[in-house]
């Protein structure tokens, strides 16, 4: 998964730049995390609760987005997606495009680690 943190030149915020398979991460990471080291430390703890086998899943929903942590895998996806309202125009449909991967991404719960302390340290060096 390649990824790139980079400061925004007009509001001096952090972008989150994602491949395409992961680019949901992104704008959760905007979002949902910013600078907030609570959620941070949330999303550890929740981490390190799946590693410990205290819990066998554990969903963390915010205002634009959800995170799902189990055994096998970190999830984050649109709470739009989860809730099923989105239609999408027949003329869309009819393309075949993938929309979903869009709206879903997936990784490893050690890639994620990385992610998550990484964005952490790009966002509090300033």
Excluded at 21 to 33: A, Q, R, S, T, Y
Excluded at 102 to 119: A, K, T, V
Aim: charged content about 30%.
């Amino acid at each position: 998964m390649e990824y790139q943190f980079i400061d925004d030149p007009i509001t001096g915020g952090a972008i989150a730049k994602f491949s395409l398979d992961h680019e949901v991460i992104g704008p959760w990471l905007e979002v949902e995390v910013g600078t907030d080291t609570e959620k941070l430390a949330q999303l550890l703890s929740a981490m390190a609760d799946i590693e410990a086998e205290k819990k066998l899943e554990v969903t963390i929903t915010g205002n634009e987005y959800t995170v799902v942590f189990n055994r096998g895998d970190v999830t984050v996806q649109t709470n739009a997606s989860m809730d099923g309202l989105e239609i999408l125009p027949d003329s869309l449909i009819e393309e075949d495009i993938d929309f979903d991967q869009q709206d879903s991404s997936s990784c490893g719960r050690e890639d994620f680690r990385e992610i998550l302390l990484s964005w952490a340290k790009f966002v509090n060096k300033k």
